[in-house]
DNA sequence: CCCCAGGCAGTTA
DNA sequence: TAACTGCCTGGG
């Protein structure tokens, strides 16, 4: 993927960028350390950096970051090194379906996040809303995060390690509007400590392999293991059935109820290698319109 | 007031 | 292994 790229003092833009929405990327469901500012743009953290991305005509501007985290960190973050309309093309085919979603979602890209971050994130997120999740997680950073400086006229916290999380009381964790999700952060925190490399040492894994791993950390089921699978596992042949999905492929696809088990295997024969992605343009699409919502 | 939200763990049969 | 049930909590 060719890029044109200009550095400039702590300020990065990319000119006529392809397949690339702020807002489809950061809204559609993926991340929950992203938040839309007064001009428009974007601000997120992650690898306890702050970085703000904004969309002007048909190039981006990343904002606080320079040349060497540009290069090291964010373009595998935002997966620039992928070609969206090629994945688009092949899902897409012969699917009117696919196609309606696709052009909804068209600038989505997955973020390539951190393992840590996203196993505890999608803990939280289940039987859980948006706005709570990114409540109960700003909380977390905001309490034991580390202090990372002022952005926008707003102090911004990292997010915290396995190493606090696992040291902080079920009180505590409660405090942060984690309800009874609280005991399977520590447990999983705990378990994080005890073996700090297993879990980013879990990629290398086959997908079967890598989601019965996950499985073994408390309070990850197998559609939170899916999420985190293709959200930070580069497994981008998982496929997460969530409430929205099952839905809008019951509604779009099977015009009845179908099992969650029987909704993947149909996605895996259809979208195969890039299942993933077809599930975040059907998750983004169905959410928005709310489709097959009853 | 009830219902639901990007489910999971624990218990039964 | 499938079916049930309880669960923090805030908004509709």
Redesign the pocket.
């Known amino acids: 993927m060719y890029l044109d790229v200009d550095y400039k003092d702590n300020k990065v833009m990319i000119k006529d960028i392809k397949n690339f929405e702020p807002q489809h990327i950061f809204e559609?469901?993926?991340?929950?350390r992203w938040d839309k500012e007064e001009d428009g743009s974007f601000t997120g953290i992650a690898y306890n950096k702050v970085v703000n991305v904004k969309k002007i005509g048909a190039d981006v501007v990343f904002r606080n970051t320079a040349k060497e985290d540009f290069i090291n960190i964010w373009t595998k973050y935002f997966d620039l090194g992928t070609d969206y309309s090629h994945i688009k093309d092949r899902i897409s085919q012969n699917d009117k379906v696919m196609q309606q979603a696709v052009a909804f979602g068209r600038g989505i890209r997955i973020l390539k996040q951190e393992p840590w971050e996203t196993l505890i994130s999608?803990?939280i997120?289940?039987?859980?809303?948006?706005?709570?999740?990114k409540r109960s997680i700003e909380l977390l950073a905001e309490g034991y995060g580390e202090y990372l400086g002022e952005f926008y006229g707003k102090k911004r916290y990292g997010f915290p390690s396995a190493e606090i999380l696992s040291n902080l009381s079920i009180e505590e964790l409660?405090a942060c509007?984690?309800?009874?999700?609280a005991s399977?952060i520590k447990n999983t925190a705990s378990m994080v400590v005890e073996a700090p490399t297993a879990l980013e040492e879990l990629k290398g894994l086959e997908i079967e392999a890598c989601q019965q791993k996950l499985?073994g950390?408390?309070?990850?089921?197998?559609?939170?293991?899916h999420?985190i699978l293709f959200?930070c596992m580069e497994k981008m042949e998982a496929f997460?059935v969530?409430?929205?999905v099952k839905r809008v492929m019951e509604h779009l696809y099977f015009h009845k109820e179908i099992?969650p088990?029987v909704i993947q295997q149909f996605a895996s024969e259809k979208f195969g290698e890039y299942a993933g992605f077809a599930q975040q343009y059907l998750?983004y699409y169905a959410?928005e319109s709310a489709i097959g919502?009853k």
Do not use: E, H
């Open positions: 559609c469901g993926q991340c929950f999608f803990i997120s289940s039987n859980n809303n948006i706005p709570r999740i409660k509007n984690t309800g009874y999700r399977y499985l950390y408390q309070g990850v089921g197998p559609k939170v293991a999420c959200f997460p969530d409430i929205w099992p088990k998750f959410r919502k």
